[in-house]
């Protein structure tokens, strides 16, 4: 059983440029989360879904973030206009309706914002 | 609201001593579950363990032991006999039902241990 991955590992970009991160959750994992982790910082809870259907977004992503799910398997999100304040690491988390309280984690697409 | 405290910031031992990290939880809900995870300098966090409110039995895994009190809202984790490969950074987490499961993190506590 494969795990969460996550591309690209690496973002490095200009301010004002748009990027997209992409999530493939473990296979038949329905729910999907996104988190934040600023350094020396704990994960912060982004937005999550349960197969295509996004179920929240937190008050930490502005109108500049947006995520998808179009078909339940993969995820996609992406920043509009970065500024530097979104350098961070974006990790993707799955986990199973049936057991939907144990999150796996990928292993995080690290964004630097010039 | 959810809360997870975790006060050491940094811990450095010397390879085969112990180290504890300590974690302290608030939540009022009564079901709830508390994790571990391990955060290797790659980056990935690796689940360790979950508990629920309901089980308060202390577990041993290898050289990992979890302790649970939930008269002191504390979840404690001990490494026996560190290894280099223990180095890496330790995150406790919570998850509450009325929050549908989205995990509140605590800072971190950064493990150092050196040969």
């Known amino acids: 059983d494969t795990g969460v991955s996550q591309d690209p590992r690496h973002k490095i970009t200009k301010r004002g440029q748009n990027v997209t991160f992409r999530c493939d959750p473990i296979s038949e994992h329905n729910r999907l989360y996104w988190y934040r982790q600023t350094l020396g910082q704990g994960p912060e809870f982004l937005t999550y879904f349960q197969n295509e259907a996004q179920l929240e977004k937190s008050r930490l992503l502005s109108d500049r973030f947006s995520a998808e799910r179009p078909k339940g398997s993969f995820s996609t999100l992406e920043i509009q206009r970065t500024e530097q304040g979104d350098s961070a690491m974006y990790l993707c988390?799955?986990?199973?309706?049936?057991?939907?309280?144990?999150?796996?984690f990928g292993p995080g697409t690290r964004l630097l914002v010039l | 609201a959810q809360k997870v405290t975790q006060a050491q910031t940094e811990i450095s031992v010397v390879e085969k001593e112990d180290v504890t990290l300590d974690c302290v939880y608030e939540t009022r809900d009564t079901t709830y579950y508390l994790f571990w995870y391990k955060q290797p300098p790659s980056g990935e966090l690796v689940f360790l363990i979950r508990?629920?409110?309901?089980?308060?039995q202390n577990e041993i895994s290898g050289r990992y032991s979890w302790n649970f009190q939930k008269s002191t809202s504390s979840f404690n984790f001990t490494i026996t006999a560190s290894q280099v490969v223990d180095s890496a950074v330790y995150f406790c987490?919570?998850?509450?039902?009325?929050?549908?499961?989205?995990?509140?993190f605590g800072a971190g506590t950064t493990v150092t241990v050196r040969a």
């Open positions: 988390a799955s986990s199973l309706v049936v057991e939907v309280e144990t999150q796996y």
């Open positions: 508990r629920n409110s309901f089980d308060e």
């Open positions: 987490a919570l998850s509450v039902s009325s929050n549908d499961y989205k995990l509140s």
